[in-house]
C-alpha cells in the first residue's frame, strides 16, 4: 500500500492538467482537436495564469499557436457557467498581453483570437459534443447579444468522442484511467480503487510511464478530484430535494390555506341559510355578514334575479 503524500500546497494541480502540462502532450491533443499536424512541441507557447485559482483548484491549460489563443479547461461535474468563468480568464490574459502597450494610442493593438475547450468526463450524461454560450446567462436579453462567448464542450468518457481519441492516444488513456477508478470506487473505498486502477492501468500498458513516473502525487490528485465530484454530485441532489420538499411545503401550506377558506365558505352558507328561515331579509344578511348581496343570493341558492 502506497503512503500518500499530504499535499504540500494550498491548490491542487488536476490528473488532466498535470498530463497535459507536458508540450508534447499538448501538443498531441491540440492537433486531434484542430485536425492539425504540428511536430514541434516548442510550437506552443504556454501561457497558463499560475495564479487563476478557481475552487480550490488551478485553472487548466492556455496557450497559444499560429497566433491563436487556446483555453482548455478540464471538468468531471456538469457546469453551465464555465463561458463566465472564461470571461474573466481571456480578460486577464488580454490584460496581461498588452501589458506594456498603450491602449490609447491610434494604431490598433492586435490580440490572438481566442478559443475555449472543456473537456468534460462527469457522471451527467453528455452527447459527444455540445456547446455552452454566455448569452444563455443574460437576464431579459432581447435581440442579438452585444458580447458573446461560445465553449465547446467535448464528451471525453469513454466510449464518446472515438475519432478524438483515435488522434490522441494520451486522451484515450486517460479516458481509460478515469473509468477504472470509477469502476473500482464502487466496490471499494476510494484509496483501495485509486490505487488498483493505478496499478492495473501500468500493468496494461495505459499511460504506464506517466504513472509509473507519479504514482504517489497522481493517487493523491485522484483521491481529491473524486472527492470534490462526489461532493458537488451531493450538493446538487441535496439542492434538488430541498427544492422539491420546498414545493411539497407550499403545496401542504396552500391546500391547508384553501380547506380554511372552504370551510369558512361552508359555514357561511349554514349562517345565511339560518337567517333566511328566521326571515331576514337579503340586504340586512349582507350586512351583518359583511358581505355582498350577490354573494348571500349565492350563498342561499337563489337567482340573483329574485
Not at 42 to 60: F, S
Request: charged share 25%; hydrophobic share 35%.
Amino acid at each position: 500500500t502506497v503512503k500518500v503524500p499530504a499535499a504540500n500546497r494550498n491548490y491542487k494541480d488536476t490528473v488532466f492538467r498535470m498530463l497535459f502540462s507536458n508540450r508534447k502532450n499538448l501538443l498531441s491533443l491540440y492537433n486531434a482537436v484542430n485536425q492539425r499536424d504540428y511536430k514541434n512541441p516548442d510550437d506552443l507557447e504556454i501561457v497558463t495564469l499560475e495564479n487563476a485559482i478557481y475552487m480550490g483548484m488551478k485553472n487548466d491549460l492556455a496557450f497559444i499557436i499560429d497566433t491563436n489563443l487556446y483555453l482548455y479547461e478540464h471538468q468531471s461535474t456538469y457546469n453551465p457557467n464555465i463561458p463566465l468563468r472564461d470571461l474573466f480568464y481571456i480578460s486577464n490574459e488580454y490584460q496581461k498581453l498588452v501589458d506594456k502597450k498603450s491602449l490609447y494610442s491610434s494604431t490598433l493593438q492586435k490580440i490572438p483570437a481566442p478559443n475555449f475547450i472543456e473537456f468534460y468526463n462527469g457522471s451527467t450524461i453528455l452527447s459527444d459534443c455540445t456547446e455552452l454560450k454566455l448569452s444563455s446567462a443574460f437576464e431579459n436579453l432581447s435581440g442579438e447579444p452585444k458580447l458573446e462567448l461560445t465553449v465547446t464542450v467535448l464528451n471525453v468518457n469513454e466510449g464518446h468522442n472515438a475519432e478524438l481519441m483515435q488522434h490522441c492516444s494520451t486522451l484515450k488513456e486517460y479516458a481509460q484511467y478515469v473509468a477504472r477508478v470509477r469502476h473500482y470506487a464502487a466496490n471499494m473505498s476510494l484509496n483501495q480503487a485509486v490505487e488498483c486502477a493505478v496499478d492495473e492501468c501500468i500493468k496494461e500498458g495505459i499511460l504506464t510511464e506517466f504513472l509509473s513516473k507519479n504514482r504517489a502525487e497522481v493517487i493523491s490528485m485522484s483521491i481529491f478530484e473524486y472527492d470534490k465530484e462526489e461532493e458537488e454530485r451531493k450538493l446538487r441532489k441535496a439542492e434538488f430535494e430541498a427544492g422539491e420538499q420546498s414545493g411539497i411545503q407550499k403545496g401542504i401550506q396552500k391546500g391547508i390555506q384553501e380547506g380554511i377558506q372552504e370551510g369558512k365558505e361552508l359555514k357561511t352558507k349554514e349562517i345565511v341559510n339560518s337567517l333566511l328561515q328566521d326571515g331576514m331579509g337579503i340586504e340586512k344578511i349582507a350586512a351583518l355578514l359583511k358581505i355582498s348581496k350577490e354573494h348571500v343570493l349565492e350563498l342561499a341558492g337563489r337567482s340573483k334575479n329574485l
